[in-house]
């Protein structure tokens, strides 16, 4: 079992930075990959990015490429999620997700099977 964690969300103005946070809890945190995906109302779960176990790969989708950054801290069991210039799209529920699948990055949240409770991300313009 994983537990996951995830904390930092807000109100920000556009243009804004805001780091999210996902602590993590069960399992051998280094072995299994975290990814960020984010939800707004009346739309899908989408992919924002995925970190290895190691932390030396990674993934991102393609519209956010720049912007976001992953990280993780493995001593810590914590991953995080950079966010700058935020942007009116960017509003959206940001959950962190771990699949167990070793050596996987994957974009698609099928593949993820546990989940945090999700953190709120609100851009005023």
């Known amino acids: 079992q994983v537990q996951l964690v995830e904390s930092g969300g807000g109100l920000v103005q556009a243009g804004d930075s805001l780091r999210l946070s996902c602590a993590a809890a069960?399992?051998?945190?280094?072995?299994?990959?975290l990814g960020w995906f984010r939800q707004a109302p009346g739309k899908e779960r989408e992919f924002v990015a995925a970190?290895?176990?190691?932390?030396?790969?990674?993934r991102y989708a393609d519209s956010l490429k720049g912007r976001f950054t992953i990280s993780r801290d493995n001593a810590k069991k914590t991953v995080y999620l950079q966010m700058n210039t935020l942007q009116p799209e960017d509003p959206a529920v940001y959950y962190c997700a771990a699949d167990l699948f070793l050596g996987s990055l994957r974009g698609s949240a099928e593949a993820y099977g546990y989940w945090g409770q999700g953190t709120q991300v609100t851009v005023s313009s």
């Open positions: 069960g399992r051998t945190f280094s072995l299994y990959t």
């Open positions: 970190v290895s176990g190691s932390g030396a790969l990674t």
